[in-house]
């Protein structure tokens, strides 16, 4: 059990650019989620995989934002022409869910929009 | 609108002391989890409780489900400064989706 892991850990774009981050959960778990941590605030909820079909959506999600889990195993999340207000910690986790529901964290990756 | 409300948002206080956390809710949960998280890295799950009134305990961390499941608290006897951290409360809501509710956090500092 390797835990789940993200790349890059840091991410520095200027506005306007886009960007794509990836997660790779804990092996055979089948849930995955997406969320968005602002300073000083908890994490709020994105999106969640149920292996490779994406079940729920937050309005958080603008358009600019997509997320994908083509094959049920990694998902990578992409944001089109970045805004300084998408400056956050995007974490990822991952849940078996006949495993307890236990939600496992990612070490995240920090986005800053200049 | 905050579904989960956490307090204190901070607290400073001295090696040895206790201290509570608190999160309440208008809603019921099916689970709530706490998590710790360290700056620049993703929150760590300590517990889940899932049964109402349910108490865990954590070496010196007790943790209490509220009996109508819809607050809990977290308590931390003798603190020592290793404690220092950002506290998450996360509910899970019975839709069975995993999708966690999170509190604001509670940042905890132990001086020695």
């Known amino acids: 059990d390797t835990g789940v892991s993200q790349n890059p850990r840091h991410k520095i774009t200027k506005r306007g650019q886009n960007v794509t981050f990836r997660c790779d959960p804990i092996s055979e778990h089948n849930r995955l989620y997406w969320y968005r941590q602002t300073l000083g605030q908890g994490p709020e909820f994105l999106t969640y995989?149920?292996?490779?079909?994406?079940?729920?959506k937050s309005r958080l999600l603008s358009d600019r934002f997509s997320a994908e889990r083509p094959k049920g195993s990694f998902s990578t999340l992409e944001i089109q022409r970045t805004e300084q207000g998408d400056s956050a910690m995007y974490l990822c986790?991952?849940?078996?869910?006949?495993?307890?529901?236990?939600?496992?964290f990612g070490p995240g990756t920090r986005l800053t929009v200049l | 609108t905050q579904l989960l409300e956490q307090s204190p948002q901070f607290l400073s206080i001295q090696e040895g002391e206790n201290l509570t956390v608190y999160c309440n809710s208008s809603?019921?949960?099916?689970?709530l989890q706490w998590y710790r998280q360290e700056p620049g890295e993703g929150p760590v799950l300590l517990v889940t409780?899932?049964?109402?009134?349910e108490v865990k305990k954590l070496k010196r961390l007790t943790f209490q489900f509220g009996d109508a499941r819809k607050d809990s608290s977290l308590h931390i006897t003798a603190a020592q400064p290793g404690d220092t951290g950002l506290y998450l409360c996360a509910g899970e809501r019975p839709s069975n989706t995993g999708k966690l509710i999170f509190g604001q956090g509670t940042t905890l500092q132990v001086k020695p």
């Open positions: 809603s019921v949960f099916s689970s």
């Open positions: 995989f149920q292996n490779e079909a994406q079940l729920e």
């Open positions: 409780v899932v049964t109402g009134g």
């Open positions: 986790a991952s849940l078996r869910d006949r495993g307890g529901m236990k939600q496992f």
